[in-house]
């Protein structure tokens, strides 16, 4: 499944990741979290800088990335996100990424 994503929803999706799960599961998550994570090159080019309590990017950072997820990378965001859904603790940062992942 190919996604695009921008700044906000990859650290987003890097907020409500498992911390556990079995040996496969952490595997899977560990991708994950490296495949949605900032390379060194985009944190240069989105010019992000993170100060106390806030990170900043340029106009670069709110464009999409296009990226590839396979189903069971897809299965983990979708139940994490529908969970927090179930519990009514979705935010606004996740309301994109949950039409795009569970609609």
């Known amino acids: 499944m190919k996604v695009g994503l921008n700044v906000i929803e990859r650290g987003t999706i890097l ?6 799960g079995n040996f496969i599961t952490l595997r899977l ?4 979290a ?3 994570g900032l390379s060194a090159q985009e944190i240069t ?3 992000i800088v993170t100060t106390e ?3 900043t990017w340029n106009m670069k950072g709110a464009a999409p990335t ?3 997820f396979v189903e069971s990378e897809v ?3 979708k139940k994490q996100l529908k969970d927090l859904n179930e519990k009514q603790k979705l935010t606004s940062e996740m309301f994109t990424l949950y039409e795009k992942f569970c609609q």
């Open 45 to 47: 080019d989105f010019e």
């Open 75 to 77: 299965d983990i965001i």
């Open 34 to 36: 490296s495949k949605v």
């Open 53 to 55: 309590n806030r990170t």
């Open 15 to 20: 907020s409500i990741l498992p911390k556990e």
């Open 66 to 68: 296009e990226l590839e």
């Open 29 to 32: 998550i560990r991708d994950l």
